[in-house]
């Protein structure tokens, strides 16, 4: 049988009310606040590293961060970013190599429909974020 988390990853209508996501989201944010309270940058470094599903070896990450869980983002080699950056996970998040991300940037792969009929419907789009080198690519699950 597919797991809540399975299915949450590949995009499905899934329980957030799960007890394992509920488990996961209590240990992404007891990291989450560990990292923002860390004043080491090479600390807070081995945190995500801890954290998150995969990193380059080189990486900086200014506070305030906020994430879902934590493990469904990836980053490349030499990622940077800047005050207060926003990853909401429900879906994979993989960022390239190099990447340099400006002050207050939000990476959401819950979307809410903007129809009405469709928002009642309890219905969720969910959406895996991928961003290399040269290019961004959003790619829609229904």
Known sequence: ???????????????????ELRALAQASRQKQSAFNKE?????????IKDWFGSTG????????????YGVNIHLGENFYSNWNLTMLDVCPIRIGDNAMI??????LTPLHPLDPQERNSASLLLS???????????????
Do not use: H, T, W
């Open 128 to 142: 895996e974020i991928i961003s290399g080198l040269e290019e961004v690519s959003l790619s829609f699950l229904e």
């Open 102 to 107: 400006g002050p207050n940037c939000q990476f």
């Open 1 to 19: 049988m597919i797991s809540e988390y399975q299915k949450m990853v590949a995009g499905e209508v899934y329980r957030p009310s799960d007890p």
């Open 39 to 47: 004043e080491d940058p090479l600390k807070g470094a081995e945190i």
């Open 57 to 68: 070896q080189n990486l900086y990450i200014n506070p305030r961060l906020v994430v879902n």
